[in-house]
């Protein structure tokens, strides 16, 4: 019975999962038909010339933005297809771009988690210094 039920919840949070992968694929294929990632790139690689170091900050910033905003699996692939395109345009290699981009919405997840551990601190009443006395009080 408690097997069911684990399956169940599991179910429900890859509905929500999927909902929005399903959700971030109808944004990216209106996207591709009105090639509006592929002028985004080409404006961006203008304004960044020769150099890749300020489309991997814009890069980042906006993952972590998007990652703030929306599930960090959309924020990946909206970034990836809309910037991945003009910074392989610049020379940046895959593997970087999608680390990159990994890198920015993880950071972006890690806000929220420190949000709600800074909350649970202060409703435990705790003041200590030391963070593995707030992880306590976040279980």
Known sequence: MAMILVLGRNA???????VAAAAVG?????????AIPIDAAQILA???????????????????ACSMLMPAF???L???TLIGTALTTVGVADLTIHLLVLFG???????????AMRSA?????????????TMKACR
């Open 74 to 76: 959309a924020a990946y």
């Open 46 to 64: 203008s304004v960044a010339g020769e150099a890749s170091w300020p489309l991997m900050v814009l890069t980042l910033i906006a993952s972590i």
């Open 12 to 18: 429900a949070a890859f509905g929500g999962m999927l």
């Open 78 to 80: 909206i970034i990836t």
């Open 105 to 115: 919405c993880l950071i972006g997840v890690v806000m929220h988690v420190l949000i």
């Open 26 to 34: 109808l944004i990216l294929a209106s996207l591709e038909r009105t």
């Open 121 to 133: 601190e202060g409703t435990s009443g705790s003041t200590h210094p030391d963070p593995s006395v």
